[in-house]
């Protein structure tokens, strides 16, 4: 553990889940035993996780690229701005990571 967390741990006022990471590995965790549904049910609002839905669906959308980012809006029924975060999200990404991603989306599309 890194004196920073450490510091953090020791101080009995400071929180237990200090940065991203420890989200991931809460995740992690709740995969490994079969819990994630129940977590993030617990985690997240209906609303946060319709915007979950609607961030997937959205670069899902995006890396097909078969729709326009104006289609693309109307279908799912957020504004342009919405998509166009998105957008911009995806374009940060290295090539190798877009890819990833894509496999990824398109393998949980291929479940549902």
Excluded at 8 to 22: K, R, T, V
Excluded at 25 to 37: G, P, R
Aim: proline share 2%.
């Amino acid at each position: 553990m890194d004196n920073s967390k450490q510091q953090i741990h020791n101080d009995e006022s400071a929180p237990e889940f200090a940065n991203w990471q420890d989200v991931l590995t809460l995740l992690e965790h709740s995969c490994q035993q079969e819990q994630l549904d129940f977590l993030l049910s617990m985690l997240l609002t209906y609303d946060e996780r319709e915007a979950l839905l609607a961030r997937m669906n959205i670069l899902h959308e995006l890396i097909k690229g078969e729709r326009s980012q104006r289609q693309v809006s109307q279908m799912l029924g957020v504004g342009v701005a919405t998509i166009t975060r998105g957008s911009s999200e995806l374009k940060k990404l290295q090539p190798e990571q877009k890819q990833q991603l894509q496999a990824m989306l398109q393998a949980a599309a291929d479940k549902a």
